[in-house]
């Protein structure tokens, strides 16, 4: 006997993640890894959170600290979060502020909210990987959302949809937009006002909903900031509560990912039924890391922010200007304006997956290959080059190494 055999169709769809595997070869001293998009330990605020831990637990706050949670979340976190979305032009109060387990809960959770099997989402072509592990277990098909103009006419999209499949009887709807507009992942690409409005245009007309990752917008670089798609449709429909667009934030990018403490701002009666499905899965996140977190949020936030801006814009520009001195011609990448990555697109008939294992075990150098934030597969002949964690050493030994491979 064995237990695969019983397990539920959904079970097929779920997949390891290629980067989760490759974050493996960090413990390897020897590779140059662009790979993970992870941040900088070294930059962690660890003295900050090392003493609000010491702070709960040495004084009034260490029975809350160390007891159950309401499933919505620590009052005061959500309180402090509102205020923030405030500041970026979404008016709303704690009742709209939803705590997760990171904000790879909140995809998992919005996914089960929304997915029945054979429902439709809306995918950038390439998208982040980890929002495709978390709507594959309810069995989604997906189809191409291109904000930047050429998307298909509603009707097509609700066609496309309700037709039968060789895996689907059809029927399906529409069921959301899900894309990262602030140097997104992979690609470090941002949208522009007019294309965030575009996606909402899609998204009414379709009558659909909008779910905004922002895991990286407090890392600008470069430019002028962009108004969320929330803010924008809190503007055209009257406020939160009507809006139809789920922001989904997150601390692990600038206080620590190890917390595991993120956010999902939205319409109350969005919010309600996801209080609902944190009862039934981990009833809340953890007490003591919510209560930590308001801590050193309120203390170091806005200092952290700046420390992260200094030290990876100075590796962004030091990864760019290595990849403009080495690659070959024909090789491309993306100029983000902040975020953790830097989007390579090799020459036509090139294979990026095979370029790793070559890269690996000949130049141990580590990247992510394209073809995995893909929902169909394509992209081949693409690659994402974190530069979070590339010190000078990496860059001027690694990209080299890298280009030589690509060079023949």
Known sequence: MTLLNLLASRSSRMKASEIRELLKLLDQPDIISFAGGI?????????????????????????????????????????????????????????????TSGSQQALDYLGKLFLSPGDTALVTWPTYL????????????????????????????????????????????V????????????TGNTLDRKQREAVLDLAGELDI??????????????????????????ERSGGIDKARTLYCGS????????????WVCAPRHVVEKLVLMKQASDLHSPSINQLVMHRV???VFDGQVDKLIG???????????????HMPEGVTWSRPEGGMFVWATLPEGADATELLARSVKEA?????????FYADGTGRNTLRLSFTLADRRAVTEGIPRLAALLKG
């Open 130 to 173: 980890g929002a495709l592990q978390a709507f594959n277990a309810y069995e989604p098909r997906y189809d191409r959302l291109r904000p930047e103009g050429g998307n298909m006419t509603p009707d097509a999209y609700r066609a496309a949809a309700a037709a039968p499949t060789s895996s689907s009887r059809g029927g399906g709807k």
């Open 209 to 234: 909903a909008v779910i905004e990752d922002a895991a990286y917008r407090a890392l600008r670089y470069d430019g002028e900031g962009v108004p969320p798609i929330l803010a924008l449709d809190c």
């Open 251 to 262: 601390f692990s990018k600038i206080l620590s990912p190890g917390m595991r403490v993120g």
């Open 175 to 186: 069921k959301f937009a899900y894309l990262v507009p602030d140097f997104a992942n992979p």
């Open 297 to 299: 949020a309120e203390s």
């Open 311 to 325: 030290a990876y814009r100075q590796r962004r520009d030091g990864l760019l200007g290595a990849l403009e001195a």
């Open 39 to 99: 941040p900088d330990p070294a930059l962690f605020p660890a003295d900050a959170i090392r003493d609000a831990y010491a702070e709960v637990l040495g004084g009034a706050e260490a029975g809350a600290a160390l007891q159950y949670q309401v499933s919505e979340g620590y009052l005061p976190l959500r309180r402090w979060i509102a205020g923030q979305m405030g500041k970026l032009g979404v008016a709303c109060d704690e009742a709209n502020i939803f705590i």
């Open 364 to 372: 141990r150098v580590a990247f992510v290959p394209g073809n995995a």
